[in-house]
């Protein structure tokens, strides 16, 4: 491991962090060398043919930046690991409140200061190997195979107006061997469970659009332009469509390679006696954190092995995943990384899901395999997986904490499993005013973030001194809390003008397998027609779910809170629309309440004024707070955020 220090920049303008004093950050770069020949290695598919040098080592590098107290002296010996999602920089803007930035060096990317003030050093690591440069992404170089073909895959979303797509955004495309010809098939379909009709080949080309010059009398020329990088529709795509475009693509990339970089990344920053490592002799325990995609990287991770480095020692202590769902990484042979895990509308078909999709041992029901993401407990870490209601809508939640069939599984000791009710999947701590899209109704607008804080606090005091976390709460089978679509539908209240979902989704999961050697997908398999069950949490009459933590917002609610939104006419209308949550507000009077029919108590029935509400909102975050889900901290931040009821996020004309 070689480590480059590019540059040192001071942060915040030299403010000062309670005891840990001020922080700076640095930028540098990270040369690795793995061993193909080590077995902790065995799960890197392809690694055995990417060019290795003399020794046998594969070598490869990537970015490693580190913002940490300047006096090391002065924090708390915690390295907290940042799985950047898409290589941007998360764990500020979810932990701190602060405003997202991939160069945090100006105040405001401190936020409420809380990871800096507990004197953690916060390190971001580039571990996914396909991402193009742009915006401050820490960015990761793989190998690539020069010689290997095989077959890609793409999906869009026709858009009014747009003709041309790239065939990723920022993500580094596999390229058709050659412009024209090889294989590339462009299919659409209305919804994602209707047959494909193929597009015929003249109405599109890999390609791109491009105006000219041209003298304004005469108008602007334009050209399509080839390119091995767009694919481009004549006539343009149909809006709210879904094309998917399978290709012969050339030269895959080496992309497991990313768990190995976050292992030794890692554990050099821990161990290396070296002053090239910034960190040395400053690291009692390591704690990393990912969300979405960055959470099934963690999943994939543990369940490989790459906890334990290559000397054997443990990587991280613990680990937060959040809004994994039950999902995974395929890092397989011409895989994308960026791609969202599989929705009931948006990349539907892409491969996020396989079994085991439990930390506890389990088995298969349908096929008989026994495994567990958990199963290494020399090495394994401590957990706390948390979930919005979201990932029980979209992401098949359920099976983290069930058995396929459905039935309640009890997690090992070292997991804690917590539903942060009624909240949608992205939670933007500084979110405004609900947005309104291609959707039915406005989108979700509860706040979680004092919930990442109080977990970290229990995790540190689980690992350091084995203070347990609070118990896991989550829906169950057992107490009714964790039910079925049809028991869910026949509970919900109904509102007036309110459309509801037709089903939480058509799931298909997938399974890896080996090809001739070669990690890939397996053909999909409809979780809802063998036999996979799939559960949702139940609700209360107002429609806000139980089985769960309910942030102070879900507890003294103003409006009904779901984790999903259905797309609205000419975008797909009744499919669920991505990881979107809506806010159905609740009536403002009694009068409004009696005049629509609506069956839920009134806002002016519940709070009485403004002042009534704020009272309720600070009851439910001290019981939070009794209950170690919440720090004390957090109880006035949320009394001035429900200040006005709760505006901009609400809306309440009482």
């Known amino acids: 491991m070689e480590f480059e220090l590019q540059d040192r920049l001071p942060f915040a303008g030299g403010q000062e962090f309670g005891a840990a004093g001020a922080y700076e950050l640095l930028l540098g770069r990270l040369r690795y060398a793995v061993d193909p020949r080590d077995k902790r290695n065995a799960p890197i598919a392809d690694l055995h043919l990417a060019p290795a040098g003399a020794d046998g080592l594969v070598r490869f590098a990537g970015d490693l930046q580190i913002l940490k107290p300047v006096d090391l002296a002065r924090g708390n010996r915690r390295l907290f690991f940042d799985w950047g999602n898409r290589g941007n920089k998360r764990c500020l803007q979810y932990f701190n409140d602060a405003v997202a930035s991939n160069a945090p060096l100006a105040p405001e990317h401190a936020g409420n200061g809380f990871l800096l003030r507990r004197g953690y050093s916060l390190a971001w690591g580039a571990w996914q190997g396909d991402l193009l440069a742009g915006n401050g992404r ?43 010809g090889g294989r590339a098939t462009l299919t659409r379909r209305r919804y994602p469970w209707e047959p494909r009709e193929e ?41 709210g469509w879904i094309y998917e475009l399978v290709w012969e693509a050339e030269a895959p990339l080496v992309l497991g390679l990313g768990h190995a970089a976050v292992r030794d990344a890692v554990s050099w920053l821990r161990h290396a006696a070296t002053p090239a490592n910034p960190l040395h002799g400053a690291v009692e325990k390591a704690y990393g954190f990912g969300r979405s ?52 509308y948006e990349d539907h078909d892409n491969s996020a899901d396989a079994f085991p999709f439990s930390y506890a041992e389990t088995t298969d029901h349908l096929t008989g395999r026994t495994d567990a993401i958990l199963k290494r407990p020399a090495t394994d870490p401590l957990v706390l997986h948390s979930q919005s209601a979201t990932e029980y809508w979209q992401r098949r939640g359920s099976l983290v904490h069930t058995t396929t069939d459905g039935q309640d599984l009890p997690q090992p000791d070292n997991v804690r499993i917590y539903h942060w009710c009624s909240s949608q999947h992205a939670a933007n701590p500084r979110l405004g005013r609900p947005a309104r899209g291609p959707f039915a109704n406005p989108e979700n607008v509860v706040a979680t973030s004092m919930l990442f804080r109080a977990l970290l606090d229990a995790l540190d005091a689980w690992a350091t001194h084995g203070t347990p976390p609070p118990e896991s709460r989550m829906p169950r089978r057992g107490d009714g809390t964790a039910v079925s679509f049809e028991a869910w539908r026949a509970r919900f209240p ?146 001035a955020a429900a200040a006005q009821w709760g505006a901009p996020r609400h809306e309440v004309g009482v």
């Open 199 to 239: 597009v015929p080949q003249g109405e599109w080309c890999f390609g791109r659009f491009e105006a000219g010059m041209g003298l304004e009398v005469f108008g602007r020329d334009s050209i399509i332009a080839p390119s091995r990088t767009h694919l481009h529709m004549h006539a343009g795509f149909q809006p």
């Open 138 to 180: 820490v960015l990761l170089e793989v190998p690539k195979l020069p010689a290997v073909r095989g077959l890609a895959r793409a999906e869009f979303i026709g858009q009014a107006g747009v003709n041309t797509f790239p065939l990723g955004v920022y993500t580094s495309t596999y390229s058709p061997p050659a412009v024209e």
């Open 494 to 639: 109904a509102i007036p003008g309110v459309a509801l979902p037709q089903s939480p989704s058509r799931f298909e999961l997938f399974d890896y397998g080996m090809d001739n050697g070669v990690m890939t997908v397996l053909p999909p398999r409809l979780a809802d027609a063998q036999g996979y069950a799939v559960l949702l949490p139940a609700t209360d009459a107002d429609g806000n779910d139980l089985g769960g933590v309910r942030a102070p917002m879900v507890q003294a609610p103003l409006a009904t809170y779901t984790a999903w939104n259905p797309r609205s006419r000419g975008h797909g209308a009744g499919a669920l629309h991505e990881y979107t949550g809506s806010t159905i507000a609740f009536p403002d009077t009694e009068a409004e309440r009696l005049a629509t029919g609506d069956p839920r108590p009134s806002v002016q029935s519940r709070y009485g004024s403004a002042e009534g509400y704020v009272a309720a909102i600070t009851e439910a975050a001290k019981a939070l707070v009794a209950a170690r889900l919440m720090l004390e901290e957090d109880v006035p931040r949320c009394a």
């Open 293 to 344: 995609q960055t959470g099934r990287a963690i999943r994939d991770f543990l369940y490989h092995g790459f906890n334990e480095d290559t000397a054997g020692r443990r990587v991280f202590d613990g680990l937060m995943p959040h809004v994994a769902g039950a999902g995974r990484l395929f890092a397989g042979r011409f895989g994308n990384l960026t791609v969202p895990a599989g929705q009931q």
